[in-house]
């Protein structure tokens, strides 16, 4: 039992490059989310999906889409990439079990030069 | 919309201490859960201790425990014993709905941190 996986841990971009980030969850969970961090802030939504099949936009979609392959995997893709987009991004699914927890990857560094 | 605070963005404890965090939050809801989580260097978020709001004990979990006043709209963690291990940043979050656990009610909003330090 992995948990939540993410790949690439740490990715370097060009202005303009595209990119997807992965994400995979082996704990049979509904719900997925997409977050980024930067320094000095807390963690913000990208984007969510409540199931397979569904995704919706969070606080901080701009230049981002999701797909939501199959119940484990929830992808990113960064078709564009921008300096602002440097940040560290983290995948995170829920269970009903424990007080609703979030369980998150181990994170990847994101850096658009 | 509801928002979290944490007023320090730096800590800093003498090794076998006790140190406090504060969190405070805004919301007009009645039922919801509260958060801490740990994230060390390595960035893995790790769940410290959770709060239901309906609940009026306050939660412990060995060296961590809460002060959990919900008229004050306040969530402080309170760590005990501090370990070199405990330097970390410590993040309050907050998650709006404990109905349908999916979908944006799933959503944690968080606080921007603080970064405590353990001196030996």
């Known amino acids: 039992n992995a948990g939540v996986t993410q790949t690439p841990k740490f990715q370097v971009l060009k202005t303009g490059q595209s990119m997807t980030l992965q994400c995979a969850q082996d704990?049979?969970?509904?719900?997925m989310y997409w977050y980024r961090q930067d320094p000095g802030m807390g963690l913000r939504l990208i984007y969510y999906?409540?199931?397979?099949?569904?995704?919706d936009k969070g606080e901080v979609p701009n230049g981002y889409n999701v797909s939501r392959l199959n119940k484990r995997e929830f992808s990113l893709r960064l078709e564009s990439a921008a300096p602002s987009q440097t940040s560290v991004y983290f995948c995170?699914?829920?269970?009903?079990?424990?007080?609703?927890?979030?369980?998150f990857g181990p994170g990847t560094r994101l850096t658009v030069t | 919309a509801q928002t979290v605070t944490q007023s320090q963005p730096e800590m800093s404890v003498q090794e076998a201490e006790t140190v406090t965090l504060s969190c405070t939050y805004d919301?007009?809801?009645?039922?919801?859960?509260l958060f801490w989580y740990k994230q060390p260097p390595s960035r893995q978020m790790i769940l410290v201790i959770r709060?239901?709001?309906?609940?009026?004990q306050n939660a412990t979990e060995n060296r961590f425990s809460v002060n959990f006043q919900k008229a004050a709209k306040s969530f402080s963690l309170k760590i005990s014993d501090s370990q070199l291990g405990d330097a970390a940043m410590y993040f309050c979050?907050?998650?709006?709905?404990?109905?349908?656990?999916?979908?944006?009610?799933?959503?944690?909003?968080f606080g921007k941190g603080t970064k405590l330090s353990v001196k030996p």
């Open positions: 999906s409540a199931s397979e099949g569904t995704t």
């Open positions: 995170a699914s829920i269970t009903r079990d424990r007080g609703y927890e979030q369980y």
């Open positions: 704990m049979n969970h509904n719900s």
């Open positions: 709060q239901e709001a309906y609940k009026q």
């Open positions: 979050a907050y998650r709006p709905s404990q109905g349908w656990y999916g979908g944006s009610q799933g959503n944690l909003i």
């Open positions: 919301t007009s809801e009645s039922d919801y859960y």
